[in-house]
């Protein structure tokens, strides 16, 4: 079995594009340790399940100025810094788009993200993008437009999409526990939970056919961040009904390959391993929600008749 102390999970993310947002900060800590970090947002047009598919992919950066316990000036801290001399798209007038940057990462990886509903107080889970370094294509370099992912993990879920109507839709969820570093102070490693989703009935029916929950397994797909447009009327108590609409974002992970079934004991992780990085995340999200606090009450409603018109 795979050691899971020294052994993390595969988790790389590549994107080119074309840099659409950028906003680069350098702060200091309370103790007064400077810091930067940047968020760009990444245009991407590329080919998912044979339709072309704009997404606007934001990516995170983050480093303190100098090494862990050193007194060296961190390169990512340096090369966040120099980012600034990048062109947005949203910096351009419209007739000068093409001056936009073209950006390269080579080594992001995916992350999970757990947050708080102020609104409801319910945790809720996604993922999220970061990088260490993003490079410019030099010279006559090729550049293809392309934002692809491939990750290693344990299966825990394999579940069938439905709609808001509990209708199926054809696609498969399928939850991946993701194994990363090891808190050298603790020991503890920790796991994070992706869900990855099967959209092609041919990736269905191969996953549902060969893997199994508490397999070891690759996997490769693309990342996809695109918004749509939803258009509804609404009814009135008299008069015509009134157009509504909303933008609704949606980001996914893709799959678009695999293992052909669970990986070979060398190569898979111990369950009872997963089973402790899993409690740890557990712990992690109770801490959420004890940040989180309550979630939101609305005001007493006041009758009408309750209220004192002064008169």
């Known amino acids: 079995m795979l050691n899971i102390k020294e052994a993390q999970s595969t988790n790389v993310v590549e994107i080119s594009g074309i840099l659409s947002q950028i906003e680069v900060e350098a702060k200091q800590t309370a103790d007064g340790k400077n810091y930067a970090s940047a968020k760009l947002t990444v245009k991407v047009d590329q080919e998912i399940g044979g339709k072309m598919v704009e ?10 100025e100098y090494k862990s316990g050193t007194q060296e ?6 090369g966040i810094l120099k980012l600034k001399e990048l062109v947005s798209l949203a910096s351009l007038p419209d007739d000068e788009k093409d001056k936009a940057s073209k ?13 708080v ?17 993003i490079n410019t294509p030099r010279g006559n370099t090729e550049f293809e437009p392309g934002a692809k992912f491939e990750l290693s993990g344990v299966v825990m879920d394999m579940t069938r999409e439905t709609d808001a109507n509990q209708e199926e839709t054809g696609r498969l969820k399928v939850k991946l526990a993701v194994v990363g570093w090891t808190n050298k102070k603790t020991g503890v490693t920790r796991v994070d939970v992706i869900d990855l989703i099967a959209a092609s009935e041919n990736a269905v029916n191969f996953i549902e056919s060969n893997w199994e ?14 918004q749509s447009t939803k258009v509804w009327y609404e009814e ?16 996914e992970l893709i799959i678009l390959g695999g293992s052909p079934s669970g990986l070979e004991e060398e190569y898979s992780y111990d369950a009872n391993d997963i089973k402790a990085g899993l ?11 004890e940040k989180g606090g309550k979630p939101k009450t609305q005001k007493k409603t006041t009758s009408f008749d309750d209220v004192n018109p002064g008169f």
């Open 55 to 64: 997404n606007e992919i934001p990516v995170k950066m983050f480093s303190m």
């Open 73 to 78: 000036v961190s390169k990512i801290y340096t």
């Open 117 to 133: 509903d102020p609104s409801s107080g319910q945790v809720r889970t996604s993922f999220e993008i970061d990088t260490n370094f």
């Open 213 to 226: 929950k508490g397999d070891t397994v690759n996997l490769n797909g693309a990342i996809s961040f695109n």
């Open 279 to 289: 409690a740890d995340r557990a712990a992690r999200v109770e801490e959420q929600k």
């Open 103 to 115: 950006i390269i990462i080579n080594k992001g990886n995916i992350k999970e993200n757990i947050w």
């Open 236 to 251: 009135q108590g008299f008069g015509e009904p009134i157009k509504r609409t909303k933008t609704m974002t949606r980001k």
